[in-house]
């Protein structure tokens, strides 16, 4: 203890000679970082490849050496990143290959130019960075490209640009909010908290009335009572003529409040008895919270992408993990409910979603039929897909439900030579459409066999 | 009590009621069946799996079976009623499979192979154009972009996508298209399990349109 004692007022001692150390370096090295127009480049995310960087780097590179500035080589240089870089390479992330801020202060340009050209050529020539580099990304091979000179400088210019002056790109999350925010504000102009503020309010404001007018009928009833100049018919009338218990014990009154009370309760029992065998509105938990809002409807993944037997065959499939997998490779990698995705892919293990739209065995339906050859959208019976955070099931899938869209569904046969006849049969005999019902869609066997 | 017996029958009435409601489906709850024996199936179901050998046992009129909901396979993976085609087998209608493997990492032989010799088996026409550009929309679009300028609304989170119509990208052959939808490239996963080889060249009918563009 008294060592330390000792020794902590001589480091403290030496402290501020550290700390004008560190501020000197810094102050070297920003000077060195410092571009032809005297603009300090911001600090960007390098944490992979300052791994690689020797220590007593930045190098003095020909700062902005041979690197143009003007807007057209801007322009050209951001057309060819896009076209040819962008696929591995991002300026503030790292894609598939490094972040590419910065890398005109990195590396020399010569050698930016001789990578560009031919990766796989400055590797086997034992290039310590460039091996360094090639082991870091798993040994991904940068294909070569055909670039001259001019056009390595324009992307080199365009890099430069973006490094210099980052814009603030709308990230997705921003997007979300901002959708989500329009969508609650444009719904309905006033919100449903005001409307029953409004409610309640209004209903006082009845009741009050209503209090109000109670007391005057009873103040003029009173003052009327006293007046002896009355005759005697309206007396009757002032002494309250018809009595409420005489009219709630009068057989008429009893036998309207029994008779409404048996109808509600004959009408409650056959809805209800009506929804036994229907699983309309079913919702259960499924194993991972996967919202169809979002993949359909936010990003407009085709139902088909996941749901590939939908134009094939009777199901419309539940997608393997594999189909996930090709996104959540990358997004969203972190998130609990992406990792049972990883569990699963890891364990072998299907995922056991829980089957949501039940078709009793007794019925059969097919997919391929309705969605290929009908071409019947996905939402005339699984409602609004897209919107849905957990889905349900929309529709009753009762045999009522079925047979009213066969009854009503007008079908185009044309181009299919196998309903030429039938149609004109049909239509000599009938001015009506023709339907689902007119090619067998009322025949019990359709769907029963 | 004069109205003890009303009042009985009306409490009866509205458990009734209650009890009726509680029929319909709701939530985890699907509802009562109304003939459970019609609406479960005997034979597997691809798509349903009920591994509880007792589930519907109420229904079951001999003893010595499994109960009437169970419907799984003991003798596949995972209890399940699917299964993976066999190894090595090749679907009686439709092209022969596709024989290049996937390249190993680092190297690109294969792909090569396939941009120098594979060609469309099918014609360029207006049929198979609109083909490719349905399958295109559904599988494709959605990192890809509907015009192929890698501008997807998945494609702007996932980053790394190429434009068909840029640079290097505007060049690659049928044969190189080919293969890397079937076994992927770079960031993109194989999409041979989602799209069958003629439907894969019927997309790559309609890819190279899109490389032509301006």
């Known amino acids: ?131 360094n580099l090639f082991n870091q990304y798993n040994k991904t091979q940068m294909p070569p490209f055909n670039f001259s000179d001019e056009e390595i400088n324009s992307i080199l210019a365009y890099i430069k640009n973006e490094t210099d002056n980052p814009v603030q790109a709308n990230s997705p999350a921003e997007a979300v909010d901002g959708n989500q925010q329009g969508g609650s504000g444009g719904g309905s102009g006033i919100s449903s908290d005001y409307l029953a503020i409004i409610v309640a309010a209004l209903l006082v404001v009845l009741l009050l009335v209503l209090v109000v007018l109670i007391l005057v009928v009873a103040v003029l009833n009173k003052y009327l009572g006293q007046r002896a100049d009355l005759d005697p018919a309206d007396k009757e009338i002032v002494q309250g003529g018809v009595k409420v218990s005489d009219i709630v014990k009068s057989r008429p009154f009893i036998a309207f409040v029994i008779f409404l009370f048996v109808s509600i309760l004959a009408k409650t029992v056959l809805d209800s008895l009506f929804l036994v065998g229907i699983q309309q509105g079913y919702q259960p938990e499924q194993p991972i919270a996967f919202s169809h809002k979002l993949h359909a409807g936010q990003y407009q993944i085709n139902c088909n992408y996941c749901h590939t037997g939908v134009y094939k065959a009777k199901s419309a499939n539940i997608p393997s993990v594999n189909i996930c997998m090709n996104c959540h490779n990358t997004i969203k990698t972190e998130s609990p409910e992406i990792q049972k995705l990883y569990s699963a892919v890891e364990n072998n293990k299907p995922i056991e979603w829980v089957r949501i739209h039940n078709l009793p065995d007794l019925a059969y339906f097919n997919h391929s039929q309705h969605v290929n050859v009908g071409g019947v959208e996905c939402q005339t019976c699984h409602g609004q897909i897209q919107e849905m955070e957990v889905v349900y099931q929309h529709a009753e899938l009762t045999m009522g439900w079925c047979i009213n869209c066969h009854r009503e569904t007008e079908i185009n046969a044309e181009g299919n030579e196998y309903y030429d006849k039938l149609v004109k049969l049909h239509n000599a005999n009938t001015g009506e459409p023709f339907r689902v019902k007119d090619i067998g869609g009322l025949e019990c066997s359709k769907c029963h066999y | ?201 019927k997309i790559v009918r309609y890819v190279q349109t899109l490389q032509k563009q301006q």
Request: aromatic share 8%.
């Open chain 1, 1 to 131: 203890m008294s060592f330390i004692g000792k020794t902590g007022p001589d480091l403290k001692s030496l402290a501020p000679v550290a700390w004008l150390i560190c501020l000197l370096l810094f102050n070297g090295m920003e000077a060195f970082a410092q571009d032809g127009d005297g603009n300090v480049p911001p600090a960007v995310e390098q944490d992979s490849d300052a791994a690689i960087e020797p220590s007593d780097s930045p190098q003095p590179v020909a700062a902005a050496g041979g690197i143009p500035d003007s807007e057209e080589a801007i322009t050209q240089g951001r057309q060819l990143f896009n076209g040819n870089c962008k696929v591995c390479h991002a300026i503030n992330e790292v894609v598939v290959g490094p972040a590419l801020a910065g890398i005109h202060e990195r590396r020399p340009v010569e050698w930016i130019h001789a990578f560009v050209k031919n990766s796989q050529k400055v590797i086997q020539s034992g290039d310590t960075y460039a091996v």
């Open chain 2, 1 to 201: 009590m004069l109205y003890k017996s009303e009042l009985k029958s009306l409490a009866g009435c509205i458990l009734v009621v209650a009890g009726l409601s509680a029929c319909s489906a709701n939530g985890d709850y699907p509802g009562t069946e109304y003939a459970p024996q019609m609406y479960h199936s005997v034979p597997y179901e691809p798509l349903s799996q009920i591994t509880d050998e007792s589930a519907g046992g109420w229904l079951s009129s001999s003893g010595n079976q499994t109960a009437e909901f169970y419907n799984s396979n003991p003798h596949n993976p995972n209890r399940m009623t699917m299964r993976e085609p066999a190894e090595n087998t090749v679907k009686r209608a439709g092209s022969l499979p596709y024989r290049y493997p996937k390249d190993t990492a680092g190297s690109t032989y294969y792909l090569d192979l396939a941009a120098q010799t594979l060609r469309n088996p099918l014609p360029e026409n207006e049929e198979i154009l609109a083909g490719g550009r349905l399958l295109y929309d559904n599988f494709c679009s959605p990192c890809h972009g509907g015009a192929g300028a890698g501008d997807g609304p998945v494609g702007e989170v996932y980053k790394g996508v190429p434009n068909f119509s840029a640079g290097r990208y505007a060049e690659m052959t049928e044969g190189h298209i080919f293969h890397v939808i079937t076994h992927g490239q770079g960031r993109m996963w194989p999409y041979a399990s989602q799209v069958d080889p003629e439907e894969r060249w």
